[in-house]
T-cell receptor, first 116, second 116 residues
């Protein structure tokens, strides 16, 4: 089975621009989560999607948004980019996103975003 | 809300030496526990997880971890490390039961550097 894929792998943007990142989950997985990884804050949860619905959201401003398509692929959008948005953005998929069952999340390689 | 503390941000060791990476967690409910590894320029890979049963969990690449409920710890160990184990290691928790939201809370990570 193919793993979680993310595109693009690297991205350079300037302040004020917007960016869209894409994530394709493992086949059969319906839950997709997004995380931001920075040296200072570590890994922080952004949001989780299941069956095209956002079910869970972390403490990020409204500039961060996402969506999920009927084939479970997900996109994340950041508008009005700030320097502090420079980070590695990781996508993870799981079959049903069931926290209560200890389901494993499988991570993609990430998209490294640099904001100048 | 749960939290995870990885007590050491960096652990340097020599090849073939034993290593222990420490993780403590805090939660008002029972949790599932995970260790992930991140190699340079890659996403996170699951090493092992504790769901229930035996408190000693064996994972990939010769790693094991022990769940200690009274000390709220989940330390990761390997009896003899290799150069290839150089990576960043993340401890994570998710809360048991209740709802279908999926959120992993990560520690800040421990950079393991294995020297020849």
């Amino acid at each position: 089975k193919a793993g979680v894929t993310q595109t693009p792998r690297y991205l350079i943007k300037t302040r004020g621009q917007q960016v869209t990142l894409s994530c394709s989950p493992i086949s059969g997985h319906r839950s997709v989560s997004w995380y931001q990884q920075t040296p200072g804050q570590g890994l922080q949860f952004l949001f989780e999607y299941f069956s095209e619905t956002q079910r869970n959201k972390g403490n990020f401003p409204g500039r961060f948004s996402g969506r999920q398509f009927s084939n479970s692929r997900s996109e994340m959008n950041v508008s009005t980019l700030e320097l502090g948005d420079s980070a590695l953005y990781l996508c993870a998929s799981s079959q049903n996103g069931l926290a209560g069952s200890g389901e494993t999340q499988y991570f993609g390689p990430g998209t490294r975003l640099l904001v100048l | 809300a749960q939290s995870v503390t990885q007590l050491d941000s960096q652990v340097p060791v020599f090849e073939e030496a034993p290593v222990e990476l420490r993780c403590n967690y805090s939660s008002s409910v029972s949790v599932y526990l995970f260790w992930y590894v991140q190699y340079p320029n890659q996403g996170l890979q699951l090493l092992l997880k504790y769901l229930s049963g035996s408190t000693l969990v064996k994972g990939i690449n010769g790693f094991e971890a022990e769940f200690n409920k009274s000390q709220t710890s989940f330390h990761l160990r390997k009896p003899s490390v290799h150069i290839s184990d150089t990576a960043e290691y993340f401890c994570a928790v998710s809360e048991r039961g209740g709802g279908s939201n999926y959120k992993l809370t990560f520690g800040k990570g421990t950079l393991l550097t294995v020297n020849p």
